[in-house]
């Protein structure tokens, strides 16, 4: 588990999604699954920072393929 929204100076809820992404791409994993609870509130900063961001800082450190899903209904 990993927190995403990051605003501001603050420090906010760790460990921050981005590093997580980055650390589990250096460990070169075939297949990364993202499932996002917030996705369907914040649609557009998941799109941004998940799906674009991190697929490439994934892909960037190694990791295989990173797929996103939204929480299952």
Same mark, same amino acid.
Request: proline share 5%.
């Given at each position: 588990m990993s927190?995403?929204?990051r605003?501001?100076?603050?420090e906010?809820?760790k460990?921050?999604?981005?590093q997580?992404i980055q650390q589990?791409g250096?460990?070169?994993l075939?297949q @990364?699954d993202? /499932?996002?609870?917030g996705?369907v509130a *914040?649609? +557009?900063?998941? @799109?941004?920072e /998940?799906a674009?961001?991190?697929r490439? *800082?994934y +892909?960037?450190?190694?990791?295989k393929?990173?797929?996103?899903?939204?929480?299952?209904?």
């Amino acid at each position: 588990m990993s927190f995403q929204s990051r605003f501001g100076k603050a420090e906010w809820l760790k460990p921050y999604t981005s590093q997580v992404i980055q650390q589990l791409g250096q460990k070169q994993l075939s297949q @990364l699954d993202v /499932i996002c609870p917030g996705f369907v509130a *914040d649609c +557009l900063e998941t @799109l941004e920072e /998940i799906a674009i961001e991190g697929r490439h *800082d994934y +892909l960037q450190a190694g990791g295989k393929k990173l797929s996103i899903h939204p929480l299952p209904e």
